[in-house]
Every structure is written in C-alpha cells, then in structure tokens.
C-alpha cells in the first residue's frame, strides 16, 4: 500500500494562506493520481481536488475554485494543496488519498490528515 504524510495545517486567519503537502519516501507518486478531501466537524468528507499521475488536474470543489490550487512536484515526490483567501467554511481535516486515477468514490491508500482551522 502506498504510505501519505500530509503536513502544513494550521491556525490561519480569515484571508490567509496556507500550502499543504502530501509526501511519501517508500513510494514514486508519479504513478498515482493524488487526490486532496476535507472534513469538517460534524460534515460527511468531501473531494477537494485531484491531478493525476499524468499532471492533468480534473476537479476542483465549487467551494474552493480560484482559492485552491492541486500541483505535483515529482521531483520532491510531493503533491501541494496551495490555499489562499481562506475562509472559516474551510477549516477541517485535510486528508490526501492516492489511486491509479482520480475517481474520489475509489481512494483506498490515505494519509493520516493534517488540521486547518481558518479563524479570526
């Protein structure tokens, strides 16, 4: 099973930023498509963004389209959820997810979560 650490949450005020990273060393993400979900308290997981292993991104949440952007960094084996003007709606446990391709109902290998609280 392939192994995710995301990192970069925080505490960040309303407007702020944050870039969340999805990593591995046991594993080559350029083989898989990499897909970044949400949780918020009390809400169902939802599917933020994915880019496949070949880079094409194909999904953005309506909430977040012109706020986040999905990018991969092969050579740092690494995929960044970039996230600007942040919003309290936001705040919740980010999760990455890896997949042979973007399909946000098929993700099986996850990571442990990273927690993003947007307040003022």
């Known amino acids: 099973q392939v192994q995710l650490v995301e990192s970069g949450g925080g505490l960040v005020q309303p407007g702020g930023s944050l870039r969340l990273s999805c990593a591995t060393s046991r594993f080559t993400l350029d083989y898989y498509a990499i897909g970044w979900f949400r949780q918020a308290p009390g809400k169902e997981r939802e599917g933020v963004s994915c880019i496949e292993s070949t880079g094409e991104i194909r999904d953005y949440a309506d909430s977040v389209k012109g706020r986040f952007t999905i990018s991969r960094d092969n050579a740092k084996n690494t995929v960044y959820l970039q996230m600007i003007s942040l919003k309290p709606e936001d705040t919740g446990v980010y999760y990455c997810?890896?997949?042979?391709?973007?399909?946000?109902?098929?993700?099986?290998?996850w990571g442990q979560g990273t927690q993003v609280t947007v307040s003022s």
């Open positions: 997810a890896a997949h042979q391709v973007c399909d946000y109902e098929a993700f099986e290998s």
